[in-house]
């Protein structure tokens, strides 16, 4: 083998070896520079940020806790439960009868508000309220259960009687079965945009029928009404749903 083809194989030999030699210089030329890491407080208060607007949009627009200040609705939601409100309905979804609904007091049905002259408890629920990560404790709030939409009949014979809607008579299993179904007698047609509620309690709540019987308008305005109650979420020996009350509205008709 004469010198040149010593000198060709140095020369490929080189030419080979090149790639291995460039290649760690592509890859560290390849790398990006790290961003730098968010400090751990700004960090923290975005994501409090974050789900403080979460709950307020939750709050607004879907669900929100609310609480039994009375017995007017027993056995259904006893004193000092705590309920989660769905407030798709009405809006998204339409309102039944039977069903369990919060609306804000349509015309001075509670005396006195707890945020007049609030206790600390009640300024922090005040405050958590806001967010909806606690019930709304001012007291401008009902919860009753819908028995008549715009032009249903509803009627009660006499004190004790069962009623009707549209000549229907009701069994009310939700009901105080201590007592009767009616504490008043009454007959109303229930007026466009207006509806008729009661509590479960008949006999210890102040709904439609008694301010009705008291010469006050019974009527709810729908526009009234935040949402539809769908459960019972504390104490937690008591977690249920509150959708069983439209059973007993199946053979109504839509009109009387």
Partial sequence: MNASDDS???VSDSEDAAPEE?????????ERPRRPRMPLWLDTVVTMVIALIIAVLVKTFLI???????????PTLLEDDKILVSKLTPGVFDLHRGDVVVFEDPDNWIPGDATEDPTPRVRVMMVLSLVGLAPDPSQDHLVKRLIGLPGDHVVCAEQGAALTVNGVELDEPYTNQATSPCQVAFDVTVPEDR???MGDNRHASADSAWHESQGENGFVPEENITGKAEAVFWPASRWSGLGEGRDSFADV????
């Fill in 8 to 10: 060709r194989r140095a």
């Fill in 22 to 30: 460039n290649a760690p210089s592509r890859h560290r030329s390849s």
């Fill in 64 to 74: 929100q806790p609310f609480y039994i200040p009375s017995a007017s609705m027993n």
């Fill in 195 to 197: 509806v008729w509620v």
């Fill in 253 to 256: 008709p839509d009109q009387p």
